[in-house]
């Protein structure tokens, strides 16, 4: 009999990533599967991992060929592939255990030709976070959906986050190219062919980024590499304007963010040979790219395109080393632009240079000499919330006479708030910080429907004025009382600030550890009818009994045994789960808590967590090292944390890694043991000199993770280098 699921895992050279791959396979809920491993000619010790996989477990095989790629190698496992579905896994990535349960799921119930699930970006340096290209398409569950009826679609490029029907597959004999960047053609053709696909929210797939850079996606630099990008971009674009004109703006608008920014990234260390055929690629991707598309890029991209198109391989240098060097980390300047400043004196409407750059190419348009500005550090004082930050318009330089006001927002209420410049450490003469006080008066007469405010800044630097929200750099801010409601500081979708009033919910007051069991109690809102806590994740809810008092109170006991579980986390990378707990349809409110609550179980860690909203969240992960307190003295900074039975403290640093590769430079830090914790100190003064040094605190092989209770002080800024956070991990990076 036939199984229902066919994975497909093509490999070469994956000795290092392999074993832990195949291993979130077997791990699946969804048992009803095949593994068809492809040795697409590896010569590393990957072969002798597939094959004792294949030993141990009958649903893996092995197919055996000559070196040919990943599209070939993926047509070979697809005609040795025997089930109704058919996946595809890449073999340095990790599946979460549930991933398949659900996506053959929600075919089952939908008879959609495809699912699509979320993906994750994963590293040890940069722990998970959201894949970029994936956040849109996938950003909310869309059942029996298509590209044409949702375009954001169009620009989901990756084939292994899916489940495809094999007959669906077979009836439009999809055939990967004997290319890299072979997905994208392949993708599109399936969305466009299909009757309607289903999109789920919920992470499907662990994309990994490797430290090394060895993976085809990082090293987009090489030519070969960009190449094989250019002819799928053709590939992609070609099927476009024949069967779906209507996408034209989404894929050419992608593929100009994306794959030409790439190509003219290369020209930044592209040897002198190179030049003349990277030059022809680039000019035969701009030539197929609508000029419109230009429109909604910036000022920068647009002069790389036009860069391109009339061949000006100096500026495409220049172009390309000043954004390899972070030009444009905080928006080009044309005070420190090495380019810009004589061509715009020069510049004037319908003027081409001596290249045939349109001269208006040079010119920024209003929308781009914006405000940024940005809150990077929050506290409460006994009368006031305390905001500090920075705010620049973007491309010029900061005027001494320029100015600076804030203004709390509240409806049509607007509250002019008292500002105060104060120095920018690196920030030289075109940042302007401040500082600004939200009086607690204010914030307590915001009438109880407004659910949130939020504040402007208006600058005028020399015949400029530009206004802007203000944004917030924190993610973990903390929150205060005032009066009968709590308001949360908290960083929208949008990246800007908001200041949130919260009344009428349950709270979360205290927590303790009580041998095996951790201990909640807090508050329920009046005419809460319901009487257990759930506690939501991907595979189970676990309830747990409240015990309420009369004034409202409750306690709830949740032992950890219940929760534990070491074979199936959510996540197959850092091995832990999130539990989301619940009271009836409310999250719990953090009023009470400054730090986390832990409850070991074997080699197993149950903790008390925070949201970026202050909502609780619990995290049983395996017993690791991580950190709890982070505090800053000048140039020294030292990292803290509760220590497990089991656990090895001797070797903590800071690392960072080599350029393309996977040899690092430690930086070892000042030891303290003590019964219960254990200290880490570092005098970041004597780390060695880097232009762009990117540090990140290790124990042993892994980076270490910060609860969130330890993060509300981030970002700071320190002499040379700014502390700040990372998917939970903790990064030093000269600034």
């Not at 990756?158 to 669906?168: E, L, P, Q």
């Not at 392949?186 to 919920?202: G, P, Q, S, Y």
């Not at 992608?254 to 003349?276: M, S």
């Not at 996977?662 to 200290?679: F, I, K, S």
Request: glycine share 8%; proline share 6%.
């Amino acid at each position: 009999m036939f199984p229902r699921l066919s994975i497909v895992v093509p490999y070469y050279d994956v000795e290092r990533y392999l074993a832990a791959c195949l291993d979130s396979l077997a791990r699946q809920t969804f048992r009803d599967f095949e593994v068809v491993l492809v040795d697409d000619g590896s010569r590393d010790g990957s072969a002798e991992i597939a094959r004792a996989f294949c030993a141990a477990d009958p649903r893996f095989r092995l197919v055996t060929s000559e070196n040919q790629g990943l599209g070939p190698a993926r047509n070979l496992g697809v005609e040795h592939a025997q089930g109704e579905y058919l996946t595809f896994v890449d073999s340095d990535d990790l599946v979460p255990r549930h991933a398949y349960e659900m996506l053959v799921r929600s075919l089952d119930r939908t008879s959609s030709s495809l699912a699509g699930g979320n993906a994750r970006r994963f590293n040890n340096t940069a722990g998970v976070r959201q894949s970029y290209v994936h956040r849109f398409a996938f950003a909310a569950d869309r059942p029996a959906t298509h590209v044409l009826e949702f375009p954001g679609l169009a620009i989901d490029r990756m084939v292994w986050n899916k489940v495809y029907r094999r007959r669906f597959w077979d009836q439009f004999a999809y055939r990967f190219p004997a290319i890299r960047y072979e997905d994208y053609p392949v993708t599109l053709k399936a969305h466009l062919d299909a009757v309607t696909v289903d999109c789920l929210a919920a992470p499907t797939y662990y994309w990994r980024e490797r430290e090394s850079g060895e993976s085809i996606t990082q090293q987009k630099f090489v030519f070969g590499n960009l190449e094989d990008r250019v002819v799928s971009a053709e590939m992609v674009l070609d099927m476009v304007d024949r069967r779906a004109p209507e996408l034209r703006p989404e894929v050419h608008h992608h593929l100009a963010q994306i794959d030409l920014t790439t190509v003219v990234q290369a020209f930044a260390a592209a040897a002198e040979h190179e030049v003349p055929a990277l030059l022809g690629l680039g000019r035969r991707l701009t030539g197929r790219l609508d000029e419109q598309v230009l429109e909604r890029v910036p000022a920068f991209q647009r002069l790389e395109y036009y860069a391109l198109r009339s061949g000006d391989v100096e500026l495409l240098q220049r172009l390309a080393r000043f954004r390899a060097d972070g030009g444009l980390a905080a928006g080009v300047r044309a005070d420190r632009h090495p380019i810009l400043p004589w061509r715009y004196r020069s510049a004037y409407p319908g003027s081409r240079d001596a290249t045939g750059v349109p001269a208006d190419v040079y010119r920024l348009a209003r929308k781009e000499l914006e405000l940024r500005a940005a809150a990077t550090h929050l506290e409460w004082a006994d009368d006031a919330l305390v905001l500090r930050g920075t705010a620049e318009i973007l491309h010029m330089p900061a005027d001494d006479d320029a100015t600076l006001r804030m203004t709390l927002l509240a409806g049509l209420r607007a509250t002019p708030l008292p500002v105060r410049r104060i120095p920018v450490p690196g920030g030289g003469e075109r940042v302007t910080g401040f500082e600004t006080r939200v009086p607690r008066s204010v914030l307590a007469a915001i009438p109880r429907q407004r659910g949130s405010v939020r504040l402007m800044a208006t600058m005028r630097s020399g015949p400029v004025r530009r206004r802007s929200l203000l944004g917030l750099q924190a993610v973990y801010p903390v929150g205060a009382r005032i009066g009968d409601a709590w308001f949360q500081p908290a960083r929208a979708s949008d990246g800007r600030m908001q200041v949130r009033r919260i009344a009428g919910e349950a709270e979360l007051t205290g927590a303790v550890a009580d041998g095996d069991a951790l201990v909640l109690s807090g508050r329920l809102p009046s005419g809460t009818a319901a009487r257990e806590l759930v506690l939501s994740r991907a595979a189970r809810d676990v309830r747990v009994p409240l015990e309420t008092g009369p004034d409202g109170t409750f306690t709830a006991r949740i032992p950890v045994r219940t929760v534990a579980d070491a074979t199936s986390p959510d996540d197959p990378f850092l091995g832990r789960t999130l539990l989301i707990p619940k009271i009836g349809d409310s999250l719990l409110l953090i009023t009470g808590l400054s730090g986390a609550v832990s409850v070991p179980y074997g080699d197993r860690v149950l903790s008390i967590a925070r949201s970026p909203g202050q909502y609780l969240n619990l995290v049983e992960a395996p017993a690791r090292v991580s950190a709890s307190t982070i505090t800053v003295d000048g140039d020294v900074i030292t990292v803290s944390g509760p220590r497990w039975d089991g656990v090895d403290y001797r070797r903590i640093v800071w690392r960072r890694f080599q350029p393309n590769s996977d040899d690092a430079v430690d930086a070892p830090c000042a030891m303290t043991l003590d019964e219960g914790r254990w200290a880490a100190r570092l005098d970041t003064a004597a780390l060695e000199p880097a232009d762009e040094a990117d540090w990140t605190l290790f124990a042993g092989d892994y980076a270490v993770q910060a609860e969130t209770f330890a993060l509300t002080s981030l970002p700071r800024r320190l002499a040379r280098h700014l502390l700040h956070t990372r998917a939970g991990t903790l990064h030093l990076e000269t600034s």
